[in-house]
């Protein structure tokens, strides 16, 4: 039995060696130029807090109904006015207790013939919507047979049944009708803890006209209240300005999870991709293959160290882009979200199967080219089947797909490598440092990932870089050079 | 080749041991018994079996196609063989343990070329299990001894082919071997390196190494080589000591002083014959007859002799007549129909 030193010593030469075969491509310099240029990028970008009364004010207009959509030109039917506001202590303006007035007022919006037309009873239409789209924990029973017939609405609209849909309409305009200050109350206090992660200690409604509804209000903050607190945020060094009033949390959310571990990542196996299939089949070049198969060293373990070394190539990559990205955007915006980090891990993760499948293709091809290729497919092989299964599942309530469409994503979300659900794990653990903890969005990654789960996905997806690695070593070990 | 460069030393420094095994010459270091591989339905070797001594240079010789290559990687487990048998220093073929023992520069190699030469032996050392220390002692003394120390920092891609070789040779030394298979080791050598290599190789052997040659240079074959067979389509055709191969078929050269005429009649008078062979006269012995006739009849006449050699059979005359006695080589029927009738 040969000393396991030996095999470790063995191990840190191929490594060395995979190191020198990408110094010298140079690929590693011009990555690493990019990953400075993506961190210079991350690091101008600065984050400007707004004071109390401007934060809460920004707040407010993030309640259902109070935003204009520029995308179709609708103007907002509701206005959250604040008034009377009041901080009570001395804090920065995410650790203020406030005392403040809210006012809630139906606009009169121009109607789809031009002429005025008065948003009455939209107020308490958000309110019987939002009650739907609670925590199935937190809702009443009430709740719960409202949103049982309103997905039933949705699916008879889906399938042109215009009567029942024109019956329930009514049925809501009662349930509508009959929302209550208690419910109101509600709805203000699960708004402030959503939108503003705002802890409402006390909301009373206050009757007022007919298209106005008044809350008095007094909130305390969390420790997460930061992450929704209103932000201006600039890039190029202050020079433009991409966004006043939004959730730093949040923005910084969309730079760490979407930019770099979407498109950023994206780039990355592809150029690590490319990069790495040349690895096996310069290995196997006539007379280099034969000097290494000459030593004392099996084929097998030959090749699982080369395939590390691949990994590694990902590894360092990743590892300067991710740290680098995220020191700097945790300086600028106070943000520390450590969860980011698992990102290193979970890319090299991803990048494990597209590698695996280079591998075995390099050792039955010996073509780089041939291995690019095969890389790529599976990567949009399973980004396709990940993206689709995602889109299935959301709408699978709803029963409008085709059975048979719907058991085809669901198989080959099943069988395949879970490349997407990795994105949706590592996701959730950036969005649990950065996004408020009653915000929709983190409810939204939170459904995602409960659906998801790390066992079967790291087991299933561990499972094909096995039997890919096995089948490699078989025919490295035994084919003839 | 680069003018920082120097030629293969031909003395000291090279190694230190002469075998670890404590074998004595005449102890067999490599055996095949009956060895057979098949690709497929093409047979490569048809039952081979030869055994190579401790200390000895032995050469394989064949044609293209001859299975030369084929055995080699056999005896390294670089390739399966099909059937029958095969012992590398008293171990089956391929024994990872004996791997560290055995040095080997195969044909055509390939160097990665983003190392340097020092980078290359270092990666390979450690592959070879050689601890850090005897790495940097070996290292510059492998380059030094063939002439590329001056340019072990430098990227491989920058050596000429003749410097690649003289690397390659290196690396299959540098952990000194009992075993030294080498696959064309002069291949892109020049004429004063392929004699360094001569004389390297003639030191390891005084060092009780056992060297495995393949060649197609017959000349280098015959000038370093004890013993050499010669294979064709996967088998052997021959096989012998160099000596015993090459000796005398019982021809002589003769050469007289300028100006003075060979009695060419005379001698065939006296049972010879004799063929004109450029400047020398060819004289072919007869069962049982000797030269000294001859040369008393030269002596008689007052001829002065400046020349008088036994001509040998070189081992090309013996490569070539042993190659075309067996059956033709794979390129053979289509080089013929190309000749002009």
Known sequence: MRSLTQYVLKFFAILKDSLQETLDSKVLYAMFVLSGLAILAAASIGFEPKSGEKGVEAILRRFPGG????????????KYELQDFKQTD????????????????????????????????MFRLMIYASSLEMDEDKMTDDDRQARKRMIQLQRDAARGQNEKVEEFMKKIEQEVNAVTPAQMERFISNQLAAQGTMVPKTVHYAPSGSDTARFEV?????????????????????????????????????????????????????????????????????????????????????????????????????????????????????LWAPGFLLSIFVLTFQFSIFYAVSTAVGVTTRS??????????????????????????????????????????????????????????????????LLGPDSPERKAMDKSYNKTGWGQTLGITIAYIVVLLGFSCWWFTTKDY | MASDTHGIQTGPPLSSSTSSSGARP???????QNLIKNYGKIEALKGVTLTVNKGEIFGLLGQNGAGKTTLVKIMLGITKLSYGGAELLDEPVGHPQVLTRVGYLPEDHRFPDYHTGYSLLDFYGSLLEMPRAARQKSIPEMLELVGLKGRMNYKIRTYSKGMKQRLGIAQALMHDPEVIFLDEPTDGVDPVGRKEIRALLHR??????????????????????????????????????????????????????????????????????VARDGDFWEVALKEGQTIDPVIDLLRGRGLNLRHLTEK?????????????AAEPGVDQPVRRRRLPQ
């Open chain 1, 218 to 334: 007094e909130t305390l903050p969390r420790a997460e209240t930061i992450r929704t607190w209103p932000h201006k945020m600039t890039l190029g060094f202050g020079s433009y300005t991409w966004s006043e009033d939004t959730p730093i949390g949040s923005e910084v959310f969309l730079i760490e999870d979407v930019v770099i571990g979407g498109f950023g990542a994206g780039v990355a196996m592809l150029l690590a991709s490319v990069v790495t299939s040349f690895y096996i089949p310069n290995m196997l070049r006539k007379g280099t293959v034969d000097l290494l198969l000459a030593k004392p060293i099996p084929r097998w373990l030959l090749l699982l160290y080369k395939y590390v070394g691949g990994l590694l190539f990902m590894f360092l990559n990743t590892i300067v882009v991710v740290v680098g990205i995220w020191l700097v955007l945790s300086l600028r915006s106070g």
């Open chain 1, 67 to 78: 935003k204009a959509n520029p995308f179709i030109g609708a103007e907002a039917p509701l």
């Open chain 2, 204 to 273: 390891l052997k005084d060092q009780g190494k056992t060297i495995f040659i393949n060649s197609h240079l017959l000349g280098e074959v015959e000038l370093i080589c004890d013993r050499v067979v010669i294979m064709q389509r996967g088998e052997i055709i021959r096989q012998g000591d160099m000596a015993t191969l090459t000796q005398s078929r019982g021809f002589y050269l003769i050469g007289l002083a300028p100006r003075q005429d060979f009695p060419q009649d005379d001698v065939r008078k006296l049972g010879y014959n």
């Open chain 1, 368 to 433: 780089p080219i041939v291995c690019i290729l095969a890389a790529c497919f599976a990567w949009a092989i399973l980004f396709a089947v990940g993206w689709s299964y995602r889109v299935v599942d959301g709408i699978r309530e709803l029963d409008l797909l085709p059975q048979a469409l719907v058991k085809t994503a669901d198989t080959a979300h099943l069988i395949l490598p879970r490349y997407k659900d990795l994105d949706v794990l590592s996701g959730n653990v950036t969005a649990r440092d």
């Open chain 2, 312 to 324: 040998r059979q070189s081992l090309e005359d013996l490569f070539i007549q042993t190659v075309e």
């Open chain 1, 90 to 121: 001395e804090k920065k303006p995410w650790d203020g207790d406030y005392r403040f007035t809210i006012v809630v007022r139906e606009q009169t919006l121009p109607g789809p013939d031009g002429k005025p037309q008065s948003a009455k009873g």
């Open chain 2, 26 to 32: 005449g102890v067999p270091v490599l055996s095949t």
